[in-house]
C-alpha cells in the first residue's frame, strides 16, 4: 500500500524558506513521477513542482525560480525547498506519487497517491 507522508510545513514571514520532505513507502519510489501541489482557503488544488526518475524538473510559473523540487531514491524523499515566500504561497501543499512508473502528465489527474498534507503560512 503506497504511504505518502509530509512534514516541514509552519509559519514564515515574507521572504524567508520552508523545506518540505515527503517519505514514501510501499511501492518503486525512484521509478515514479513525484509531484507537490498546494490548495489555499477557497481555491482549487494547483499544481506546484514535479520531478521524474531522471530527475527532471517542471515548475508553475508562479513559483519558478524560488521553489526547487529534488528527490533522494536512496531514501524514498523527495522535498521542496521554498524561498523568497509570499503571502500568496500560504496553502496546504500535498505530496503525490503519479499513478504509473515511468507516466507523464503534470496535472493532478495524473497523480493516484496523495499525502495528508502540511501547511504553510506566510506572514506579510
Known amino acids: 500500500q503506497v504511504q505518502l507522508v509530509e512534514s516541514g510545513g509552519g509559519l514564515v514571514q515574507a521572504g524567508g524558506s520552508l523545506r518540505l520532505s515527503c517519505v514514501a513507502s510501499g511501492y518503486t519510489f525512484s521509478n515514479y513521477v513525484m509531484g507537490w501541489f498546494r490548495q489555499a482557503p477557497e481555491k482549487e488544488r494547483e499544481f506546484v513542482a514535479t520531478i521524474n526518475w531522471a530527475g527532471n524538473t517542471y515548475y508553475a510559473d508562479s513559483v519558478k525560480g524560488r521553489f526547487t523540487i529534488s528527490r533522494d531514491n536512496a531514501k524514498n524523499t523527495v522535498y521542496l525547498q521554498m524561498n523568497s515566500l509570499k503571502p500568496e504561497d500560504t496553502a496546504v501543499y500535498y505530496c503525490?506519487?503519479?499513478?504509473?512508473?515511468?507516466?507523464?502528465?503534470?496535472?493532478?489527474?495524473?497523480?493516484?497517491?496523495w499525502g495528508q498534507g502540511t501547511q504553510g503560512t506566510v506572514s506579510s
Open positions: 503525490a506519487a503519479h499513478k504509473f512508473p515511468y507516466g507523464a502528465g503534470y496535472s493532478s489527474a495524473s497523480f493516484g497517491s
